[in-house]
């Protein structure tokens, strides 16, 4: 019997990342109901046979390999699928190969009868949420990608290291593209209400350390891939983080890459920037008040990501 507060999600990709995701969600015992679709179905058998072990540890859940039409009634929908970054391979490179799979990915969904919420997270994912936009004919606000909310767990946990904080404390935002051309916030970051910027000096950080902290957080994925072949804890667990404050409704602040309407003096793009999350999806966008040169880093960010989709989406005649 579905009951009222029965609450359901599917994940599009059961790669490194898709699985890492709902191992997630596994452990914090959110969603009662969780399919798993992928274009390798015993894959999806294998992880649902695997994961259900977990609930006697974790909470009791429904896990199952699912296919499109089982979307029609699901909360969220959050989409991982796509080539993987290469080693070498700038995630920008990808958006040909991976706006094609999302084309035939996005009609089944919404031909289901689905009416939740998209979460993205297949990269280049400013892109790959804007196109979800385009093909699904969904609002704006029922849409979210992954955006900065990993560059920005990263540039916190960099920054706490250094200053000797937990990094939940640490009050700081990458903004623009998940990509090379993302930037730190810093001018508005805080400590403890405290700016960053003096919390740094008093730990001995320059403005020089204070960029190259911000240069490692935009090449740490790099780093992991060249080790281990691909990053997915991480992002796992934003995914997760984002899904939850979806579900339990929270208000909750979160960086993701959300569609502008004239914030930041631009829109018809989806960017990483903090909004408030909640049930109905993208609740608002903060607007961060920003310094004349984070503002020309915004707009650079911006005017790439907008070249790079209309070329992508202009090749496969969409």
Known sequence: MTTKNHQKVILVGDGAVGSAFAYSMVNQGLAEEFGI????????????????????????KN????????????D???????AAQKPGETRLDLVNKNLKIFSTIIKPIVDSGFDGIFVIAANPVDI??????????????????S????????????LAKKIGVDPRNVDAYIMGEHGDS????????TVGGKPLKTVAKE???????????EDQTRNKAYEIINRKGATYYGIATCLMRITKAILRDENAVLPVGAALDGQYG?????????????ANGLASVIEVPLSAKEKDAMAKSAETLKKVTKDGLAALNL
């Open 63 to 74: 896990i199952y390999s699912a296919d499109y039409a089982d979307c029609k009634d699901a």
């Open 128 to 145: 790959l949420t804007y196109a979800t936009w385009k093909f699904s004919g969904f609002p704006k606000e029922k849409v979210i990608g």
């Open 266 to 278: 631009l829109d018809d793009i989806f960017i990483g920037t903090p909004a408030v999350i909640n």
């Open 37 to 60: 679709i992928d274009v390798v179905k015993e894959r999806t058998e294998g992880d649902a046979l695997d994961l259900e072990d977990a609930q006697v540890f974790t909470a009791p």
């Open 203 to 213: 730990h001995g950080l320059s403005d020089d350390d204070l960029a190259q902290i």
């Open 76 to 82: 969220v929908v959050v989409i991982t699928a796509g």
């Open 182 to 189: 993302e930037f730190a916030a810093y001018d508005e970051a």
């Open 147 to 158: 955006g900065t909310s990993l560059d920005t767990s990263r540039l916190r946990v960099a």
